[in-house]
């Protein structure tokens, strides 16, 4: 079964320092996306990072930052000097090939909380 | 660029009636688009990937004749909540992918529909 899994369901950070988002998957395929997704009191899922599995490098996107582990299936989000704004739940999620199409699958998420 | 346009933003209708959600993509072309559920606190369920020109694929669970999807051209889906029930009551959020590859660059997020069944 593809499944994501968030084993932290509320997290919190003081404003300007750093946090870490766990996240780990299970899948058979070796070609497959990974990402991140915000989403605010707004409820509009936006995205933060994405991954590509075959690439080794970790991606960056200005203060978010993942820590890829292929072999250990775990990709974490790193946030760097956190801001008021960051506080979301944040889903990660896996792409799969799945009765024939491609499909997202997300964990349960995470709530982050940013104290001022 | 990206941008998912999903119409209403919240309903309220009568119990039995039918209800119509709208999701555009407004600057691309989306060949496929998802569905997805999602209640208070909790994750996004697919519902199904919608499909330009062909029928819906629905995930397991989900029935066909209650929730409708018609992806009747390349910036458009719909999904026609059948005679609601209490029970169909959630938000509702709609999503496509850029170009080939579904998911290379990942999903792209309309606002969600809140929807309440009285």
């Known amino acids: 079964a593809q499944t994501v899994t968030q084993s932290q369901p509320e997290m919190s950070v003081q404003e300007a320092e750093t946090v870490t988002l766990s996240c780990t998957y299970d899948?058979?395929?070796?070609?497959?996306?990974l990402f991140w997704y915000k989403q605010p009191p707004s409820r509009q899922m936006i995205l933060v990072i994405r991954q590509e599995a075959y690439k080794q490098q970790n991606a960056t996107e200005n203060r978010f930052s993942v820590n890829f582990q292929k072999a250990a299936k775990s990709f974490s989000l790193k946030i760097s000097d956190s801001q008021l704004g960051d506080a979301a739940m944040y889903f990660c999620?896996?792409?799969?090939?799945?009765?024939?199409?491609?499909?997202?699958?997300f964990g349960k998420g995470t709530k982050l909380t940013v104290n001022p | 660029g990206a941008v998912v346009s999903q119409h209403p933003s919240r309903v309220i209708c009568k119990s039995g009636t039918s209800v119509k959600i709208e999701c555009r993509s407004l600057d691309f072309q989306a060949t496929t688009m998802f569905w997805y559920r999602q209640f208070p606190k909790q994750s996004l369920m697919l519902m199904a990937t919608s499909n330009e020109g062909s029928k819906a694929t629905y995930e397991q669970g989900v029935e066909k004749d209650k929730f409708l999807i018609n992806h009747a051209s390349l910036t458009l889906s719909t999904l026609t909540v059948t005679s609601a029930h209490p029970e169909d009551s959630s938000f509702y959020i709609c999503?496509?992918?850029?170009?080939?590859?579904?998911?290379?660059?990942?999903?792209?997020f309309g606002s969600g529909t809140q929807l309440s069944v009285l």
């Open positions: 899948t058979s395929e070796s070609d497959y996306y």
């Open positions: 999620a896996h792409s799969i090939y799945q009765g024939g199409s491609e499909k997202l699958v």
């Open positions: 999503s496509a992918s850029l170009g080939q590859g579904v998911l290379i660059r990942g999903l792209f």
